[in-house]
Each structure stands twice: as structure tokens, then as C-alpha cells.
């Protein structure tokens, strides 16, 4: 559920975030992974900003949409140590209510920091329904393996 409620928050801008858990260190990388998208001046932020590993937090995004997404498919890829974990498509309108109209957008979701070792990676595409990108992102969390 983190992967998804993450991803769908619109995660577009490049971002790194640093949490710990027991004085280790996880760090979070947020990139466009498509220059091109439609869905543009996207921010966000999580709050509080300081979080603890395994801990749930509030993720605030903002983004403008130029015009009427009436639909279209979220793609979602994931792999853990390299090792593919998800792989699924999804219909837009599940995640947002369509139909989105044109103008300036803030949500905000709970998130959570999952307890991971290891590297988890993802890649989340967002299309309308001419299969124009309008959003795609590349996320990473990171927990190094404490010694």
C-alpha cells in the first residue's frame, strides 16, 4: 500500500529524503523519469519533514493539470534487490476523480516508510486515455543493512 499511496501522490519533482531508524540511515530519491509529462509544477512534501524509519507521515503534493483527464491507466513496476515484486496496471479513476479538471492541485495522503533492508525501486507511469504521459516517476528507498 505505501508503494501506490506514494507513487499516486504525484512524487514528479527530484527529491531526496534521509529518515533513520536505530541511528541508520534510509534515504528516499524522487525522479522524473519522463521530461515531457503533462501534468507540470509538481511539489511536494512530507509532514512532519523528520520522520522515523516505519513511521506514517502526511505527504502533500501539489501540481497543475492543463486540461480534462476524463481516464486512462496508472503503471506501476517495483523490484526489491533487484528482484521484480510488482507489476500491475490500474485504472486512473481509481486513484484520482475523474473526471480531473484543468487548474492547480494539492492532495494529501497518509504515507508510510516501509521496513525494508535493502533497496526498493519503482516506477510509476500515469497516462490519460490517448496513452499521453502525464506523469512518470521513478522513486527509491534505500536501507543500508546495519553491521
Known amino acids: 500500500m505505501f508503494i501506490i499511496t506514494l507513487f499516486i501522490s504525484f512524487l514528479c519533482s527530484t527529491y531526496s529524503h534521509t529518515a533513520t531508524t536505530n541511528g541508520q540511515p534510509s534515504i528516499m530519491t524522487v525522479q522524473i523519469c519522463n521530461q515531457s509529462s503533462i501534468f507540470q509544477n509538481v511539489s511536494y512534501e512530507f509532514i512532519p519533514y523528520n520522520t522515523t524509519y516505519e513511521s506514517k507521515q502526511l505527504l502533500s503534493t501539489t501540481y497543475h493539470v492543463p486540461y480534462v ?17 510488482v507489476s500491475q496496471t490500474t485504472p486512473l479513476c481509481e486513484y484520482l476523480s475523474c473526471p480531473v479538471v484543468p487548474g492547480t492541485h494539492s492532495t494529501k495522503r497518509d504515507a508510510e516508510t516501509p521496513p525494508v533492508i535493502g533497496t526498493l525501486a519503482c516506477t510509476m507511469k500515469l497516462n490519460d486515455n490517448y496513452n499521453n504521459n502525464l506523469m512518470c516517476s521513478y522513486i527509491t528507498l534505500s536501507q543500508p543493512l546495519r553491521l
Not at 483527464?69 to 515484486?85: E, M
Open 69 to 85: 483527464i476524463n481516464g486512462g491507466s496508472v503503471t506501476l513496476d517495483c523490484n526489491f534487490n533487484g528482484v521484480p515484486v
